[in-house]
């Protein structure tokens, strides 16, 4: 998207993992997140009200002046659930914006509360506060891509995201995509 000369720039990706043991030794069940991700997504994706910050702070609380993105979607694919992100014109979402734009890879963590067993790391009760931007996430592959609105566009049959995720490391389709 561009208004006014600005590009708008989201991020998309896995955001959250289930059914696997995380970087903190924390593992959600699918059922606990995907109850969890449709709360979510009612109460704050389709209100506009999914904000993330960069960094990931102790509290709970949403800091405004934190704020570097909005959470749009959050949709589940099998055990993970893709989400995208709008990048705003914030001074935490300027700092995201240069870092991509500077090659910096940078993830996603949930933030949010429940209770964890001590034997297994399983999270019951798992409340959502947000996705935050962050150096090192605790799920793995949270690492989403970078992309502006208009490259969603159609480029030679294929949407450039879609051929982005078949890509999967393969280097003739990211050299064609590094062409176009």
Request: charged share 25%; net charge neutral; hydrophobic share 35%.
């Amino acid at each position: 998207e561009e208004k006014n000369g600005v590009k708008t720039l989201y991020i998309s990706g896995p955001f959250l993992v289930a059914e696997t043991k995380n970087r903190n030794g924390r593992m959600y069940k699918t059922d606990t997140l995907a109850k969890e991700v449709n709360r979510y997504n009612e109460e704050y994706v389709t209100k506009n009200r999914a904000f993330g910050e960069l960094g990931h702070p102790d509290s709970p609380s949403i800091n405004l002046d934190r704020v570097s993105h909005l959470i749009t979607s959050l949709k589940q694919e099998g055990n993970q659930w893709i989400g995208k992100a709008k990048i705003l014109e914030t001074p935490m979402g300027q700092l995201v914006k240069t870092m991509i734009q500077g090659g910096v890879n940078l993830g996603v963590s949930s933030r949010g509360s429940g209770n964890v067993s001590e034997s297994s790391g399983q999270v019951a009760d798992f409340e959502i506060v947000t996705v935050d931007v962050v150096a090192q996430p605790s799920a793995p592959n949270a690492y989403p891509v970078a992309i502006y609105e208009g490259l969603l566009n159609m480029r030679g049959g294929h949407k450039v995201l879609d051929v982005a995720r078949e890509a999967n490391g393969n280097a003739k389709v990211q050299k064609y995509l590094k062409e176009e």
